[in-house]
């Protein structure tokens, strides 16, 4: 590959920098407790939220039926969809946990435990609470939670590491059983913790008349609002492809920090689907993983087609070895074997395509042309598919294609300089072999 | 002889995993190759002779090795080309060449 000064640049100034982001422990952490632990009760929740808001902008016959059958028992067919899509608050409280104290050698399952117990206790408002409906609550262990929920988890495993390393526990004597041992070691920890908490909740009722999370809601109201615009949408896509152009996991990283935002919104679209108004959100992850990273990081679909006919052979061989993972919206292949990694020539439409797909995705979601996204589905689901899950609408499949299309144009030009120099090396090494 | 090959989720690296299973195979050699994430590797490193970094998660290198190191496990990371064609005979040759160092 031909030496640059930006690549130069990007590989020794930016990438370390990068890097370090990357490997940030809580970012990790953040980003295994959606990943990890949120995503399956979403997808899981999801499938109720389909059967009980049939997408009726359809005009088939056994559509409309199927939404006139579920009416009456609407309610029922919900409860598998409030308890799990509705409880993801719950479950980041002891992923970001877990995680962390995983990462940091402690008891991982135990800090999970105290930390969504700690968030439970948080999450109700300091009064009699025999007397509180659930309703009330369940906003709270769901989408309305996700910011109190990754801060308990860190302040519990905060707490458990203090504890754990200041030999702040009850150790027993040598010859007890270890299952003994583990549980006198996380009492006093537990203790603390739950003390703790309880404290803050019932201050902060006392004082404000509202739960903590509700309290934090408001406090990020402005930043979940600006991370619905079209700039946060811009601004995330381009550093996600910065990151995948010096060969970091860009998605991994920006979602680390993104991701309550998006499930923020999501749970919105999903609560408002639920009762029939206008859904609030439009920056969501189907938003990037549906629509804008089709067939892997990047929009590379259309790449992966131009590489299976190109002339030179290595394009052609990655382009071979790229076709199923491409289904799969899965192009570590394409990105490290063409590469597109400090590629001074492919770095261009590697950001510029994502980026302008990102424009026309904002847009017709912004003007109502396509469905807001209401479901997200997992990141593999193979494209036109995705696009008609997420917004119950085959107009989100029509975006998609519009999308591919638009990538296409963009990479074709950059695609065939590329490929003309990979050409000329490859005659060049065969007569130096002969 | 036991290797690991890592990547963020544990999905490019299974098809590679299988690959170089495969080519161990035909050359019989005793090996088995398992493919993972990078979190679940700290648990079980003990497991492993040898693990091998898949491009994406190239700058979790310096983490793993110290991981490694208490667990006496030889880390590197995958050659490029290897990995995006996803050849089990190069990939398996790096192991072997690592196991004799």
Known sequence: ?434 | MKAIILCSWGATSSSLAKNVNDAAKKRNIDIEVDAGSTIDFKKKADEYDVALLEPQVRHLKNEIEEIGKKHSVKVDLIDMQAFATFDGEKVLDQILSLIDK
Request: avoid cysteine.
């Open chain 1, 1 to 434: 590959m031909k030496n640059n000064s930006l690549m130069d640049w990007m590989e020794n100034k930016l990438m370390p920098v990068l890097a370090k982001i990357a490997q940030n422990v809580y970012l990790q952490s953040i980003r295994d407790a959606f990943a990890i632990f949120a995503l399956p009760v979403i997808v899981t929740g999801a499938l109720f939220l389909i059967v009980a808001n049939p997408p009726v902008s359809i005009e088939w016959g056994f559509i409309q039926a199927w939404a006139r059958a579920i009416e009456p028992i609407q309610g029922q067919i919900l409860i598998p969809f409030q308890l799990t899509f509705g409880l993801m608050s719950l479950m980041v409280a002891f992923g970001t946990a877990y995680s962390l104290a995983s990462r940091w050698d402690l008891d991982d399952t135990i800090t999970g435990i105290i930390s969504m117990l700690s968030f439970l206790i948080v999450s109700f408002p300091a009064t009699d609470i025999t007397q509180v409906p659930f309703g009330d609550v369940l906003d709270y262990l769901g989408g309305q939670g996700l910011f109190v929920a990754i801060i308990v988890g860190i302040v519990t495993a905060w707490i458990m590491r203090l504890f754990t390393q200041k030999g702040l526990v009850l150790e027993m004597p040598a010859g007890v059983p270890p299952y003994v041992t583990r549980t006198f070691r996380s009492l006093v920890p537990f203790f603390v913790t739950t003390i703790l908490f309880w404290a803050i909740e019932w201050i902060v009722w006392s004082n404000f008349n509202v739960t903590l999370p509700q309290l934090v809601l408001d406090l990020f109201k402005p930043l979940v609002a600006v991370s619905d615009s079209y700039p946060a949408a811009l601004a995330q896509i381009v550093l996600m492809m910065l990151l995948w152009s010096v060969g970091i996991h860009g998605m991994n990283v920006v979602s680390s920090v993104a991701y309550p935002f998006w499930m923020t919104q999501l749970a919105a679209n999903a609560k408002a689907a639920v009762a029939g108004e206008v859904l609030p959100g439009i920056v969501t992850e189907p938003f990037f993983h549906m629509f804008v990273h089709i067939g892997g990081s990047g929009i590379t679909w259309p790449l992966v087609i131009m590489f299976l006919m190109s002339k030179s052979q290595q394009l052609k061989n990655i382009g071979k070895t790229s076709l199923i993972p491409a289904v799969f919206n899965i192009n570590e292949p394409v990105i490290f074997g063409a590469p597109l990694v400090l590629n001074p020539i492919m770095f261009i439409p590697f950001i510029l395509a994502p980026a302008v797909t990102t424009t026309i995705t904002y847009i017709a979601f912004a003007t109502n042309f396509v469905p807001r996204t209401i479901i997200q589905p997992p990141f593999t689901v193979p494209v036109f598919l995705g696009g008609i899950i997420s917004t119950g609408s085959w107009r989100g499949a029509l975006l998609q294609l519009i999308n591919l299309i638009v990538a296409a144009i963009i990479y074709y030009p950059f695609f065939k300089t590329y490929e003309k120099q990979l050409v000329k090396n490859e005659m060049e090494a065969l007569k130096d072999n002969e």
